[in-house]
């Protein structure tokens, strides 16, 4: 549900086949009928943007069947705590929870009760009105079978047969999982969507097991690696915070950043923190400057302030910005209202392009409807190298980080994108150490020692194995634990072993154990299975220390520490200690640890009061839809979202909800044969001959009403933009049935562009591109709107036309 | 040496077309320009640059819901190979695998092997006048390696073994499968290397033949008329020296006696 | 002397006949594979198929010219002397004290023309056909196959005939294709009811007696 494995990640369907070989069951929930659902064993379509409410009709038929894992949900989840008496619940408030001030919560209403001391009330029987697991009954105790099916346009029949099927794995011993990709989290309430599924999968115990959790399919080779390093605004490599503006100091920062918990037995592992943070500061800074003198080096951000790209986005089309780095990117075909985007380039004054190919975002001032005369924009286009021109490392949605190496050098002039941040590196800070600047040392105290040093003090090309050592972290002075000596210059064997007075360093504390004295553990290559549960702890390494599957103390029971599952465990308590996988965090059997150890109460969250939106999903509607209510309350759509159709009221964000010039629902997706905006592989011709026009599908009930015949030249159209596509007039869309009005939906995929090989110059020797495709980005429809807690687009759903060209 | 199949379970194909890509890539085939008529099907059939084609196929599941059918077209690889009987060159030959070879030096361009091939497989190619079709990879399987589509397919669709393994692989699925579900290949032409594991019946695929065997006129020519050509000359040669000894040449009678050398006239 | 074929006759003849040998080496260099050696001499199989190619296209001018010359000598059996003749295989096969007295051609000369016409044309359209065989519906193709083999196994035994009639069975006939002018005596015992229609009506021919 909300991916499409089998087309997108055919690999993984590897799995997943052998999986249904050995009995067992998949289900394909997509507006769609993909090549997923070709092989399901349970198809159920639903109306995009309406994942929340099919999951909380499952929650529901959950709990009024009983099918929760009982135990586990009262040892290992918050379902017995108590909540502050005076939240408010949607049911009860139109649709809101307790606390909606403006487009914020105050969250006061959504503590847990505790006791003198501070720890969480519980109630073990899970009866008292104001536990958790009662709140979450009621709460989704309004979405009905009846409901849910009005609402997601699924049949009755279909739904119940999917909750039947899924509510098996809450049996003791059995698991299901969830994998699931932006189908999910490309809405308003994207976040929630997974929320949902967490708590389906907390209620049926099958977190922490084999066979269980929620599985993101990550959408780039290693997406897992840029997110685990931090390359979005909000987070430092290892998942700390970027300081705030209103943090001055380094022991501020922490404190404010490191959770305590009065929970007897919890072991809170964010505790420590202060050490993850003192040795990334020393990996950047080494000995050049003291802890706090590094941390007021680090850029701080605006209380309150969002920094997200749809923010960034917004505030160079409004001409805040003069430069840009578009690194390995194509903005103007992936941004939401590419139109927008394109336009906001124009407003810089210089741009470098740093890519393999040229493409939209390069040549945008070129694009159609840009006049290159009126636009000042300064554009460097720097070629960077392709993954198996360079060598390091890639990290996979299993969190497994792999070595990988260098089969050929870059063409031409191209350079590895970390060589080219190494050239840029020296040229600013020998700027800055000649010219000073504000904060200059943050430059010029830099720590680099990542490759070999040249005659002339600089390094002129970088070591990745330096590097990924830097990552893992070093001892900067002799240091004594549990009585053994560690030299001064090894390697750091794992993150228990980081310091907080910067006596360690460490790029990532996570991938702290990744490369020891023992080795690049990223490099093995042992496929032998010890485990039988395909956990390959030989072949690459993954984080943390590692650990296959997380939270793998919720695999066995709280008392006996015996496998749920005993013929498949994950860890086994041997009479000693533990045996399998690497233990997390468990204690000895008996010993009442709670297996959740990132969280401050240890345990997973069935209620999460820390998301911007609400402790429970609530169904909301998309921001643009094509019904007039929202039939689950009065509250129509999310109401903590960031509306720049409400601040730009110059019409570049015009929302249309419920207006006949966009009758339809339109959803994006991807297709086997392309890679996001398309700029590697339409340019592959292999790739392009298979896949190389734009199209939309759209339904055989929908075409009929339109005269649109399969194969024809169409425009698809929003309230933002237009592009042209050729129609595929399918079965495997059908019309939905939402409240008694027939809605119809259509999907587009994202990868085209309009720089097609046909508008290269070509110099002799050049190999001439045998193939051209056609058509230009789906996100010239997408709506400029976010989820509201991580801002990620919601192109998934949203309204749009489609007309036969030349009508 | 044995005798090698690929066994295509369509019940396991996605329709990704790994194995489409590795054809081309193992065999270094060209692209060429297409266009989506409503498909994802691209190119439209196999080409003299295309040897592997995924054809998508939507069928009513009777349930007012649809079926999404996959199925990899390529060289069936016939015991008995049409195309291998009519190849005046030989360009098309049997490999010791079973396996239908393809010599593209040898081959003339007379095009008769797309003409009589009951799966429509061989594709000629004007520029080069040549016809083209997958190999099974022989310089792959040559070296104990197996195809590049095999390689390549995910899910484990394609397999690549022995005969007897493969043909009993075959059986063991389509009892699992249970339904519709059976073995296509072995029973028709001899059996083909290329064994289908269809999931539905196979009058459902499209473009599928339901009975293909070797053209009666194919037979009829070089099983039949080929022999009897040899024969009804030999003995034509052969029937006319008999008659010249026997009954002697019709000579004009003006030319003095009639001559008459050896027995009557 | 008699003259018994006029120039054009000759042209078309030996046009259909060379073109057919050509046609029969060349197709069987291609039929059989130990017949492929004969590919040599052309350097290679593709080039023998581009001059079974266009050797047929000459066969098939051939072929429409003799067809339309000889139709009606040669393509009509007369009754009942036609039939009397076949009755005694022409006093070829064993004695005959009287040969019934047949037209310009007989029976047997009618059936090698029949089946050269018939099977010629048939020959030429399949050929032109299995020369193009994208251009028709693979059902249409594979039966043109069958059918020019067909046509070669009916046509080479009553070529070979026809060769061997023509040339050692028959002393004095080959002039009769290759000059034009057979012997009084030839004529006489061969066409005998020809002869005496040609001095009747003053149109034969003659040099010197």
């Known amino acids: 549900m909300g991916s499409n494995a089998a087309a997108n990640h055919p690999i993984s369907f590897k799995y997943v086949s052998k999986a249904m070989e050995r009995g067992a069951k998949m289900i394909s929930v997509d507006p769609r009928f993909t090549q997923t659902s070709s092989k399901a064993d349970i198809y159920a379509a639903l109306r995009s943007g309406t994942d929340i409410a099919f999951l909380g009709g499952m929650i529901k038929y959950i709990l009024d069947n009983n099918f929760i894992q009982e135990k586990y949900v009262k040892y290992y989840t918050n379902a017995a705590f108590l909540v502050n008496p005076e939240f408010k619940l949607p049911g009860e408030k139109d649709g809101i929870f307790s606390g909606l001030e403006g487009h914020t919560y105050n969250k006061s209403t959504w503590a847990f009760q505790t006791d003198a001391v501070g720890v969480a009330k519980k109630d073990m029987t899970l009866q008292d009105p104001n536990c958790v697991f009662q709140l979450l009954k009621k709460h989704y105790s309004r979405y009905d079978v009846e409901t849910v099916s009005k609402i997601t346009g699924t049949p009755k029949d279909k739904l119940l047969a999917v909750y039947k099927e899924y509510a098996k794995t809450g049996e003791t011993g059995k698991a299901g999982t969830v994998m699931y990709a932006m189908g999910w989290t490309q809405h308003t309430v994207g976040v929630q969507n997974i929320r949902s599924m967490a708590i389906i999968q907390l209620l049926l115990g099958n977190m922490g097991v084999a066979g269980g959790g929620v599985n993101a399919l990550r959408g780039e080779a290693n997406v897992q690696g840029s997110t685990d390093h931090c390359l979005l605004y909000h987070i430092l490599p290892g998942y700390l915070k970027t300081p705030l503006a209103s943090q001055a100091t380094l022991a501020g920062y922490n404190t404010a950043n490191t959770p305590t918990t009065v929970e007897p037995k919890s072991l809170n592992w964010w505790k420590n923190y202060p050490k993850y943070m003192s040795s990334l500061l020393r990996a950047h800074y080494g000995m050049n400057a003291t802890l706090d003198e590094a941390y007021s080096y680090l850029p701080k951000l605006d209380n309150g302030k969002n920094y997200s790209w749809l923010s960034l986005f917004d505030a160079m089309y409004r001409g805040k910005f003069k430069g840009f780095f578009s690194w390995g990117q194509n903005p103007a075909c992936s941004g939401p209202s590419s139109n927008k985007t394109r336009e906001a380039l124009s407003k810089l004054d210089w741009m470098v392009n740093v890519n393999i190919f040229d493409n939209e975002t390069g040549s945008f001032w070129k694009g159609p409807g840009m006049d290159p005369t009126k636009i000042k924009t300064e554009v460097f286009m720097l070629p960077c190298a392709v993954s198996i021109e360079k060598e390091g490392s890639i990290s996979n949605s299993g969190r497994w980080m792999q070595w990988r190496y260098k089969a050929v050098n870059p063409p031409g002039e191209a350079m590895a994108d970390g060589e080219i941040i190494n050239e840029l590196f020296h040229r600013l800070r020998d700027l800055y150490t000649k010219e000073g600047g504000p904060l200059a040392e943050a430059i010029t105290k830099l720590s680099w020692n990542y490759g070999p040093m040249g005659t002339d003090c600089k390094i002129h090309h970088l070591d990745p194995h330096s590097i990924a050592k830097e990552i893992n972290g070093y001892f900067l002075k002799d240091t004594e634990i549990k009585g053994k000596v560690y030299k001064k210059g090894t390697l750091v064997p794992s993150f228990a072993y980081l310091q907080d007075d910067g006596s360690t360093s460490s790029g990532n504390w996570l991938y702290c154990n990744s490369y020891t004295e023992k080795g690049n553990m990223a490099a093995r290559r042992n496929n032998s299975d010890a485990s039988g549960i395909g956990l390959y702890s030989e072949w690459s390494w993954c984080w943390p220390v590692n650990r296959r599957i997380i939270y793998n103390g919720a695999s066995v029971d709280p008392d006996t520490g015996m496998p749920w599952d005993r013929e498949k465990p994950v860890i086994m308590w041997n009479g000693f200690k533990w045996v399998g996988d690497v233990p997390d965090g468990v204690a000895a059997p008996g010993g009442g640890r709670p297996p959740f150890i990132m969280k401050p109460h240890g345990v997973g969250s069935i209620f999460g009061p820390g998301l911007a939106d609400g402790p429970f999903p609530e169904h909301y509607e998309p921001l643009e839809c094509p019904i007039e209510e929202n039939l689950m309350s009065p509250q129509f759509i999310n109401p903590v979202i960031a509306r720049w159709d409400e601040i730009n009221k110059n019409g570049i964000d015009l929302r249309a909800t419920c207006n006949p010039k966009f009758p339809y629902v339109c959803s994006t997706y991807r297709v086997t044969e392309h890679w996001q905006t398309g700029v590697m592989t339409r340019w592959t011709a292999w790739l392009a001959e298979l896949q190389p026009d734009m199209f939309v599908e759209m339904s055989v009930e929908l075409a009929k009403i339109k005269g649109i015949k399969n194969g024809e030249q169409v425009i698809v159209k929003s309230a933002r933009g237009e592009v042209d596509a050729v129609a595929i007039v399918t079965g495997r869309i059908k019309p939905f049935e939402v409240g008694g009005t027939t809605i119809h939906e259509v999907g587009i995929p994202w990868h085209y562009g309009w720089v097609t090989t046909a508008m290269r110059k070509y110099v002799t020797g050049d190999k001439k591109p045998e193939v051209f495709t056609s058509g230009d980005s789906a996100n010239l429809l997408t709506p400029f709107i976010g989820d509201a807690n991580t801002m990620i687009p919601e192109s998934k759903a949203f309204m749009a036309n489609v007309e036969k060209k030349g009508v | 040496m044995t005798e090698k199949i690929t066994l295509c379970d369509l019940s396991k194909c996605i329709g990704c077309r790994a194995c489409q890509v590795a054809c081309k890539q193992w065999n270094q085939l060209p692209a060429g320009q297409t266009h989506n008529s409503g498909s994802y099907q691209n190119p439209p059939d196999l080409q003299p640059n295309t040897w592997a084609v995924i054809k998508y196929q939507e069928i009513s599941d009777g349930n007012g819901g649809v079926k999404w059918l996959f199925r990899k077209d390529s060289c069936m690889h016939c015991t008995d190979a049409a195309c291998v009987k009519v190849c005046p060159s030989g360009a098309l030959y049997y490999t010791k695998y079973g396996t239908v070879g393809v010599n593209n030096e040898k081959c003339i361009g007379c095009k008769e092997c797309v003409a009589v091939c009951p799966f429509g497989v061989p594709k000629y190619d004007a520029k080069t006048d040549k016809v083209f079709k997958c190999d099974m990879c022989l310089s792959r399987i040559e070296n104990d390696m197996e195809p590049a589509c095999v390689k390549a397919c995910p899910t484990g669709g394609l397999q690549f073994g022995d005969k007897e393994e493969m043909l009993k692989a075959a059986y063991e699925r389509v009892e699992v499968l249970g339904g519709d579900a059976s073995v296509y290949g072995d029973k028709f032409v001899g059996g083909t290397h290329m064994i289908y594991i269809l999931p539905e019946k196979a009058s459902v695929y499209a473009g599928l033949p339901e009975h293909p065997r070797v053209p009666l006129s194919v037979i009829a020519w070089k099983d039949w008329l080929k022999p009897l050509s040899l024969l009804a000359a030999g003995g034509v040669i052969g029937a006319s020296f008999l008659h010249y000894i026997t009954h002697g040449p019709k000579t004009p009678d003006e030319d003095g006696d009639q001559v008459n050398t050896k027995g009557g006239e | ?209």
């Open chain 3, 1 to 209: 002397m008699i003259k018994v074929t006029d120039s054009f006759e000759r042209i078309v003849h030996w046009g259909l006949a060379l073109s057919c040998i050509a046609l029969m080496i060349s197709g069987l260099g291609m039929m059989y594979h130990s017949f492929n050696f004969l590919a040599i001499p052309v350097g290679g199989l593709k080039y023998l198929k581009y001059v079974h190619n266009f050797i047929g296209l000459i066969f098939i001018v051939s072929v429409l010219f003799a067809i339309l010359m000889w139709w009606k000598e040669a393509g009509i059996l007369k009754f009942p002397e036609d039939v009397e003749w076949i009755k005694v295989a022409g006093g070829y096969l064993w004695h005959v004290d009287n040969v019934p007295e047949v037209g310009k051609y007989n029976p047997g000369q009618k059936a090698f023309f029949i089946a050269v016409a018939l099977c010629g044309l048939m020959m030429s359209v399949s050929g032109l056909i299995m020369w193009f065989p994208l251009s028709l519906p693979v059902v249409w193709v594979r039966t043109m196959y069958f059918l020019h083999a067909l046509g070669f196994f009916i046509i080479f035994p009553f070529f070979f005939v026809h060769l061997y009639l023509g040339t050692i069975c028959s002393p004095g006939s080959a002039s009769a294709i290759f000059s034009g002018w057979v012997t009084r005596a030839w004529a006489k015992k061969q066409h005998p009811k020809w002869l005496k229609e040609m001095e009747e009506s003053g149109q034969l021919e003659v040099y010197g007696k």
